[in-house]
């Protein structure tokens, strides 16, 4: 084979190949073409996604601010009944005090002497046998002439000494 033959087989095989790489770069264009469009559908199918899921969204934050504007009403009472239920419960608790400082006072009264309303009830007076004294105070009746009983107005003859 001679050196022009061979040239022109190696050009015959260049243009078969150059012709494939045609072929290929047009089946290659033609993919491009192709994944391009179906990108475009996709995003186009993802954008309707996206819509719906916007859509959805948007709806279930309406929904969300109905339920918070209905919260805050039922907040904006709260302080009122709040206020009242305060009212009731000083009330009570006042009413409760009340019961309490009026039982003290009564068991104090029985435990305090009834003249100095100070010492404990230690004495009781013979014969009229009231008891409502402190020592202290029997003392100053007997200091008298005629020791009374400031209960009754008996004439008391003598008294006696209660110890714990």
Known sequence: MSFTERINILKNDLNLVNLKCNEKM??????L???MQY???QSMQTDAKLKKIKIHLLRRQASLMSLFEEQMICLRTIPVQFDHKIQVLREEVCLEFEKRITYLEKSLAEFTCAICLVNKRNAVLIPCEHGQFCS???NIIFRKETPLCPICRTVVDAFIIIKN
């Open 39 to 41: 990108n475009r559908i």
């Open 136 to 138: 202290d105070c029997i």
């Open 33 to 35: 073409k192709e994944g």
């Open 26 to 31: 047009l089946a290659l264009g033609t993919i």
